[in-house]
T-cell receptor
Framework: EAQVTQNPRYLITVTGKKLTVTCSQNMNHEYMSWYRQDPGLGLRQIYYSMNVEVTDKGDVPEGYKVSRKEKRNFPLILESPSPNQTSLYFC?????????????FGPGTRLLVL | GQSLEQPSEVTAVEGAIVQINCTYQTSGFYGLSWYQQHDGGAPTFLSYNALDGLEETGRFSSFLSRSDSYGYLLLQELQMKDSASYFCAVRPTDFNKFYFGSGTKLNVKP
């Protein structure tokens, strides 16, 4: 089954404790992306990757890191989480060729930073 | 920056037709996309307009007018399961980023 998976689905942590949210897709998509969703703000892009070893900042990259060592995986790293990073996070993937508009989203990771 | 405006909430009755508007301010983009998100779920792709005009996919249609900086999603024969949030999105031609509207919560009542 074609899908994007994320782990963990729910996470409660404390300020400053490094964490990683994993994302994996099995559709051989070049483009992968991380979003955060907050009430009233829609989806805001954190980072994206056009292909292996190619990553770039989205609109809200502060406090986050990503890596793309393999085509299928795109982990999101919070080196020192803060309460304002409490949010719902989605990973998404799509084909690179235009229109690369159809994004497939993972189930989401709900993060609470205390 | 990029800006996409949507109404925050719309209510309609089962069987009716509803239109969800999206107005945007962006210099140039490839196309306008629409996504549906049920409570507790992930966004799922609904429709995409690369060109001006109407695109129809079953009960859902989407429209784009670049000259008016405007698009809409039209849902016909509303069903209770259509109760969800709907987001418009664009990717500007000078970026590889995506921008989403803040979403419209559709409430379908019996």
């Amino acid at each position: 089954e074609a899908q994007v998976t994320q782990n963990p689905r729910y996470l409660i942590t404390v300020t400053g404790k490094k964490l990683t949210v994993t994302c994996s897709q099995n559709m051989n998509h070049e483009y992968m992306s991380w979003y955060r969703q907050d009430p009233g703000l829609g989806l805001r892009q954190i980072y994206y990757s056009m292909n292996v070893e190619v990553t770039d900042k989205g609109d809200v990259p502060e406090g986050y890191k990503v890596s793309r060592k393999e085509k299928r995986n795109f982990p999101l790293i919070l080196e020192s989480p803060s309460p304002n990073q409490t949010s719902l996070y989605f990973c998404a993937s799509s084909l690179k060729r235009r229109p690369q508009e159809t994004q497939y989203f993972g189930p989401g990771t709900r993060l609470l930073v205390l | 920056g990029q800006s996409l405006e949507q109404p925050s909430e719309v209510t309609a009755v089962e069987g009716a037709i509803v239109q969800i508007n999206c107005t945007y301010q962006t210099s140039g983009f490839y196309g306008l996309s629409w996504y549906q998100q049920h409570d507790g779920g992930a966004p799922t792709f609904l429709s995409y307009n690369a060109l001006d005009g109407l695109e129809e996919t079953g009960r859902f249609s989407s429209f784009l007018s670049r000259s008016d900086s405007y698009g809409y999603l039209l849902l016909q024969e509303l069903q209770m399961k259509d109760s969800a949030s709907y987001f418009c999105a664009v990717r500007p031609t000078d970026f590889n980023k995506f921008y989403f509207g803040s979403g419209t919560k559709l409430n379908v009542k019996p």
